[in-house]
């Protein structure tokens, strides 16, 4: 496994992000300090970005040998983006905007790509079983564009308090099933899990190899080992099996960006380092 940090090219307020950047200038200094700290890559929040820049950002993360882990495009909630809407027009203009975000991603070498609150809500007007088959109409049109350019796509639980739909990671499983959306993977978050998991560990082993990717903060939104998250009993799950994805701390730094992340990456590879000699 490997670990990740949450990074954006902008500047922003928006919680669980460590580092937030205002010009390539600091996005260098900042992954400087995120390869010093020992991270493999990161999860790049971005806004709005023209080809030419995200040349200019890959470039940045080559030079300090970090991946970009997943690709989050936080701007399309913004523009409209609801992959379920009632709208049919909406529904496929919405499909077609996200789309146009799979060129920039494969510039800057991701692989990864979340489906978080753009799935939309359902609306009082709707019922569970006309939402899914939209998303699952709009989820399977996505897939095709994006294997095209080497991309995966992964739904995030969401908790209760931010969104009404696909909120543990037992459901967002069943909901993959029921729909055959067999290119469609999971992007688990410990938070959210926290919330909406009766028992986390469970519930990873029951989604299984479709973990594509994971968020890990603590139970609190804190750096790993500042909750009280039982991440031995999930790593051991995902050892179990065989995750090989990130590790990634999607966290609120509170003001202190360098604690969080070298918070995350000691407490993680300790844990790591200690079951990894327990099953030789």
């Not at 800057?108 to 006309?130: E, H, Q, T, W, Y």
């Not at 804190?222 to 065989?242: E, F, Q, R």
Request: charged share 25%; net charge negative.
């Amino acid at each position: 496994m490997k670990l990740g940090l949450s990074v954006s090219t902008f500047p922003t307020k928006f919680g669980p992000i460590v580092y937030s950047s205002s010009s390539l200038e600091e996005l260098d200094l900042i992954l400087y300090k995120v390869s010093r700290f020992g991270y493999d890559g990161v999860d790049l929040f971005i806004d709005p970005t023209t080809e030419s820049k995200a040349i200019e950002i890959k470039k940045i993360f080559d030079k300090y040998h970090l991946d970009i882990a997943m690709l989050i495009c936080i701007y399309l909630a913004d523009m409209g983006v609801n992959l379920s809407s009632l709208d049919e027009s909406q529904r496929k203009k919405s499909v077609q905007i996200y789309s146009d975000q799979f060129k920039i991603a494969k510039i800057l070498g991701a692989k990864l790509m979340p489906i978080g609150f753009i799935r939309g809500r359902i609306d009082v007007a709707d019922d569970k079983a006309s939402y899914e088959q939209r998303l699952a109409l709009s989820l399977t049109e996505l897939v095709k564009s994006a294997k095209e350019y080497g991309i995966t796509l992964c739904i995030e639980p969401i908790n209760r308090y931010e969104i009404n739909t696909l909120m543990g990671l037992d459901e967002v499983a069943d909901f993959i099933r029921k729909q055959n959306l067999q290119d469609i993977k999971i992007l688990p978050d410990l938070f959210h899990m926290n919330i909406e998991d009766k028992d986390l560990a469970k519930s990873l082993r029951n989604a299984g190899t479709m973990v594509a990717h994971m968020h890990v903060p603590d139970s609190n939104r804190k750096a790993p080992g500042w909750g009280h998250t039982d991440y031995v009993s999930i790593l051991k799950v995902l050892i179990d099996i065989n995750y090989q994805g990130f590790l990634t701390i999607e966290a609120m730094p509170f003001g202190k960006e360098d604690e969080c992340a070298v918070q995350g990456t000691t407490y993680l590879k300790s844990l790591l380092e200690n079951l990894k000699g327990k099953t030789k």
